[in-house]
Each structure stands twice: as C-alpha cells, then as structure tokens.
C-alpha cells in the first residue's frame, strides 16, 4: 500500500475525534484525522505529522492525518483502514482460492474470510498505534468490541476454522 500525495505539517491540537488543526506551512489547515481512538502519546503539539492531500473537492477537509512521527521511534502510521488494506493486499498475494472481507460470524463482523482447498480461515486485523520503549501495543485503549472479536474467534476455531489474529506495524518504507 502506497500513499500518493503526502506532505509534512506540524500537530496543534484535536478539537474532537475527527478533525484536527495543524500548521502546513504557516497556515492552520483543519484536517481529517483516519483514527477515532485517543492517540493521547502521539498527537501531541508540535509533533510532525504526515498528511495525504484528497483528490475529492466536495469534501470540507483537503487533507487526511495519516501519521505520526514519534521521538526517538519514527512514523507511525494511524490510518485505521491501513491494516485492512494492507493485509488484503497480503492475503492476495497468498494462494488462497477465496477472500471476502468484512465477513459475518456469529455477531460480529471478521475482517476477513478466506479459503484454500477445504479449508475454511477467519481473520482479525489490528493496527498497532500505541508504542512504548520500542514495543508496539494493541489496543491504545480498552475495546469492547476488539475483546469481542477475540471471543468470536475462539468460537470459530471450535467450529472447525483455521483462525488468525493479525498486527499491522506500518512503517515509512
């Protein structure tokens, strides 16, 4: 996965959990942040950001937070449809016979379904934004729903799938 037109500006604040207020070249541009989770150890004034310019003009914002650099650690990224694309991206390079995202088990929705001779897989995807001494960490904040999806899992790998919990750590390369 490839972002196309990104640029740096610096983190002012976070009025609430979708946009924020950044400087782009001495302007405060408001801006689209791709993550609805707190992000409280990385979007912290002054800190550069990474944002990618959006080709749709009817849009309110022009731009899309997509990462941050952290000190003494690097970019990362924050874009919450990230890991998804990335690992279908993966999943498509494997030689599975089917994939289907956002697939229904039970009463959640598991971020992928897959298929190989007669076997059936189920996948969870989760980005990792929450970074301490070096570690990455998932989740950033307590989730519900995540420990659901975990439940659903183990439900499936008793039903006969193959079943796999997946971290996505994006880096710049």
């Not at 279908?88 to 599975?96: G, H, Q, T, V």
């Amino acid at each position: 996965m490839k972002y196309l037109k990104t640029l740096q500006a610096k983190f002012i604040d976070r009025p609430n959990r979708f946009i924020a207020h950044v400087d782009l070249n001495g302007i405060v541009e408001t801006v689209h942040v791709k993550n609805t989770g707190r992000c409280k150890e990385l979007l912290i004034k002054g800190v550069t950001v990474i944002l990618e310019e959006s080709d749709n003009e009817s849009r309110k914002t022009k731009y899309d937070l997509i990462a941050v650099y952290k000190e003494n650690f690097g970019l990362i990224n924050i874009d919450s449809q990230a890991p998804n694309k990335v690992a279908k991206e993966w999943l498509e390079s494997k030689d599975y016979t089917y994939i289907k995202p956002e697939y229904t088990y039970g009463n959640s929705r598991i971020d992928f379904y897959m298929e190989k001779d007669d076997r059936k897989y189920l996948m969870e995807v989760k980005g990792c934004t929450l970074e301490r001494d070096g570690i990455g960490y998932f989740p950033d904040a307590p989730t519900e729903r995540g420990v659901k999806h975990i439940y659903e899992l183990i439900k499936a790998k008793e039903d006969g799938y193959e079943v796999s919990l997946a971290t996505c750590i994006c880096d710049s390369d």
